[in-house]
T-cell receptor, first 112, second 111 residues
């Protein structure tokens, strides 16, 4: 069964802290993605990766970075968390073909 | 650029009512179209998909037909249940592997 896991379901951090969100998939997928989900805005792509050590900016990369050292793991890093980064963060992966994405359960991050 | 527009919610229906959630898209080329569902507290799950014009995707009583002439992919179900209460997202993927999501429509079904 396809599985994408995220390290935390809920996280509370203080402004200025460095935050790591981890995502692991067990399907040997090439492509991995980080989105944030906000009410009325749907899902917005932050970063994605087509292969190990490769990364591409999505629509809203500012304030974020990513790391993909192993094929199964894709980390999202908030270098200095700010209150406007309070959101639901969703990780997804898909194989090269077909294109449907598989999602993790999400991490609800609150920055105070 | 590619984009998806879906009807704003929330949508509230009684059990056994007919459901339609409208979705239209703008895209270059020939995108694949998807409906995802998000149940409370969970991530998104693929509900159905269609990869070319006139294809009909179906799953769990839900259906959507890829209409290239109207650039639409409306989601329908003949008789909704309380367990269908969720947020529904329309999405497209173009040939460049670029995925775009609509804003989501929250459906609440009352007994």
């Amino acid at each position: 069964d396809v599985k994408v896991t995220q390290s935390s379901r809920y996280l509370v951090k203080r402004t200025g802290e460095k935050v790591f969100l981890e995502c692991v998939q067990d399907m040997d997928h090439e492509n991995m993605f980080w989105y944030r989900q906000d009410p009325g805005l749907g899902l917005r792509l932050i970063y994605f990766s087509y292969d190990v050590k490769m990364k591409e900016k999505g629509d809203i990369p500012e304030g974020y970075s990513v790391s993909r050292e192993k094929k199964e793991r894709f980390s999202l890093i908030l270098e200095s968390a700010s209150t406007n980064q309070t959101s639901m963060y969703l990780c997804a992966s898909n194989p090269a073909q077909p294109y449907e994405q598989y999602f993790g359960p999400g991490t609800r991050l609150t920055v105070t | 650029g590619n984009s998806v527009t879906q009807m704003e919610g929330p949508v509230t229906l009684s059990e056994e009512a007919f459901l339609t959630i409208n979705c239209t898209y703008t895209a270059t080329g020939y995108p694949s179209l998807f409906w995802y569902v998000q149940y409370p507290g969970e991530g998104l799950q693929l509900l159905l998909k269609a990869t070319k014009a006139d294809d009909k995707g179906s799953n769990k009583g839900f259906e959507a037909t890829y209409r290239k002439e109207t650039t639409s992919f409306h989601l329908e179900k003949g008789s909704v249940q309380v367990s269908d209460s969720a947020v529904y997202f329309c999405a497209l993927r173009n040939n460049n592997n670029d995925m775009r999501f609509g804003a989501g429509t929250r459906l609440t079904v009352k007994p």
